[in-house]
């Protein structure tokens, strides 16, 4: 089946060093079937579109600011992103939530201007370890979602991913468990439907991200109700990240 493979650069690499690693990348995963996002620094992007256009690849930013456009000196907005042939934008990835304070409202205008912009988003939802120890994981999750997604229409949603990254396994070599990533897929169907439509949870492509790497990923991706993975350190490699990206699942 096909899986949708993203890999979140974060803070990694320099641009010149993205040259040789999007060229390798682009060779390797020529007859891929799968869809493959590739989001690295915004500054690596020109090179992105160098090297990604006319392949399968898509390739996309780690946040974009929520105005369009104006006096917001060291900002990024989403057009501009858009216009270098980004087709994706991580938004609410835990380390923005956690480190530059974002909230729910912002992402959620974040979201809304992706979406008028034209621009796929991959929404990252997840719970620390307090939460889930206190067994509230679930209804984290779906607060979440329903702050995140507030006012946006359900036709709008063939543009979002919800990518479900629990804070604990970020990182850190712990991956959360077939079981509960496929309850946690379920739960955020289940509220897709509750907020939208039935039609509308059946459709929506939920990805997992954790620690997923070249070792664990064949048994995670096979998880039910998941369509992808969204991977961080593990991208950084290009010759494992390639074997990933290609593989038939
Ligand atoms: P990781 O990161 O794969 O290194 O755990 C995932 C992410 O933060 O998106």
């Keep these: 089946m096909k899986k949708l ?5 974060k803070m990694n690499t320099k641009p010149s060093e993205f040259k040789n690693y999007a060229m390798t990348f682009a060779t390797k995963t020529k007859n891929s079937k799968n869809d493959i996002v590739i989001c690295p620094p915004y500054t690596h992007l020109g090179v992105a579109k160098e090297f990604f256009a006319g392949t399968k690849i898509a390739y996309g930013a780690q946040n974009i600011c929520e105005e369009p456009k104006g006096s917001f000196t060291g900002e990024v907005g989403a057009d501009m992103i858009k216009d270098l042939g ?12 956690a480190k530059f304070k974002e909230s729910d409202k912002l992402i959620n205008k974040k979201i809304k201007t992706a ?3 034209g621009l796929k988003v991959i929404l990252c939802v997840g719970e620390n370890l307090q939460t889930r120890n206190a067994k509230q994981a679930c209804q984290f999750i779906r607060k979440q979602i329903d702050d995140d997604l507030k006012g946006i229409y359900e036709n709008e949603l063939d543009s979002v991913i919800v990518a479900y990254e629990p804070i604990w396994a970020i990182g850190t070599g712990h991956v959360a468990n077939k079981r509960d990533i496929a309850k946690m897929a379920q739960t955020i169907r289940d509220e897709i439907e509750h907020q939208f439509s039935k039609k509308a949870a059946s459709a929506i492509t939920v990805v997992y991200g954790g620690s997923v790497n070249i070792s664990n990923y064949k048994n995670l991706l096979t998880t039910e109700g998941l369509d992808g993975a969204l991977m961080g350190g593990a991208c950084l490699d290009v010759d494992n990240f390639a074997i990933i990206a290609k593989e038939n699942y």
């Design 86 to 97: 980004a087709t994706y934008v991580i938004i609410g990835h835990s380390e923005r939530r």
């Design 115 to 117: 979406l008028a912009c």
């Design 5 to 9: 493979i993203i890999g979140n650069f």
